[in-house]
């Protein structure tokens, strides 16, 4: 049998109960990678983890969930504490995020919903960066590559307002830049997933089923859906993997095209 893309590493994934989390866990297992799945919410691990071990064949690597709230540093600490005994962490996904219900424009958006919006979005991808770094560090490592999800807004604005989102995107996008040169001497690569408007429970949730509201965005799509969370997860292997080697610091963008219109085909 050949091995895996991932044969051998360790991985952490953040949100890894939710849409692209899932799928990302799913696909890195499939590749032999052995997986720490992080997330807030224990029933929703518990669903996930009895999914990937529904659809992936028994491997000899771990597959574990871990309860873990990313605004908090030292919930982050103990999930990468965690993978001491496995020889610390090789990939990073700093994936787990939140859009509220609530967040709006300047005016309407209040104090609170930004700062649990950057709380979640941008310092737990921060905490996620430093505790990867740390722990690449203290395991000799001489690779390691660390995603952060941003979204196709850190790039374009919303006419539909979602501020506290936005913003908080724009900043992973920035922070991850820094970090790639930061670290690029040490072998430590990182990079920012860009998704486009999916179909996850982030988003759909949201939406509901309000026609108006879902016509607004299709409308702009050049394919005229919206994107799978397998869709981003396939990307994020690629990331993950030494076949990636030489990609750091990018916006690496997976929106169907989406960025690169202006009107979209008929
Ligand atoms: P999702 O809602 O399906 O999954 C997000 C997961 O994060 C959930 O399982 C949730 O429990 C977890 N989570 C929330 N707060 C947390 C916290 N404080 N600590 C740990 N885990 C927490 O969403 P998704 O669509 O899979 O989104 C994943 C990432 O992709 C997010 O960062 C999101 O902003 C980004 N994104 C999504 C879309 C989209 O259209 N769905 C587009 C662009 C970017």
């Not at 505790?131 to 539909?160: D, E, F, P, Y």
Request: charged share 20%.
């Amino acid at each position: 049998m050949t091995e895996g893309r991932l044969h051998g590493k360790n991985a952490i994934i953040t949100g890894a109960a939710g849409g692209i989390g899932l799928e990302t866990t799913i696909l890195f297992a499939r590749e032999g990678a052995s997986v720490l799945m992080a997330d807030i919410s224990e029933p929703a691990l518990t669903a996930a983890i009895a999914k990937v071990r529904e659809v992936v064949p028994t491997q000899d690597q771990r597959i574990e969930t871990f309860k873990c709230d990313v605004s908090s540093e030292a919930s982050v600490g103990l999930a990468v504490a965690h993978l001491d005994d496995w020889g610390g962490v090789d990939v990073m996904f700093n994936n787990a995020g939140i859009m509220h219900a609530e967040d709006a424009d300047a005016v309407d958006t209040s104090e609170k919903i930004w700062d649990l919006t950057h709380a979640i979005n941008v310092k737990g991808v921060w905490f996620g960066c430093k505790h990867a770094v740390l722990s690449l560090r203290k395991h000799g490592k001489k690779r390691g590559s660390i995603i952060n999800t941003a979204s196709v807004v850190a790039l374009l604005g919303s006419a539909t307002p979602q501020l506290a989102y936005t913003a908080s995107k724009g900043a992973v996008l920035a922070m991850t830049r820094e970090l790639a040169i930061v670290h690029a001497r040490e072998g430590f690569r990182f990079n920012a997933l860009c998704p486009a408007p999916l179909n996850t429970p982030l988003l759909q949730d949201w939406l509901g089923d309000d026609a108006d509201k879902r016509h607004r965005r299709e409308v702009h799509f050049p394919t005229g859906r919206f994107g799978e969370a397998i869709e981003q997860a396939q990307a994020v292997l690629f990331l993950a993997s030494d076949e990636s080697g030489f990609v750091n610091g990018t916006d690496f963008v997976v929106d169907g095209g989406m960025t690169r219109a202006y009107v979209t085909p008929e």
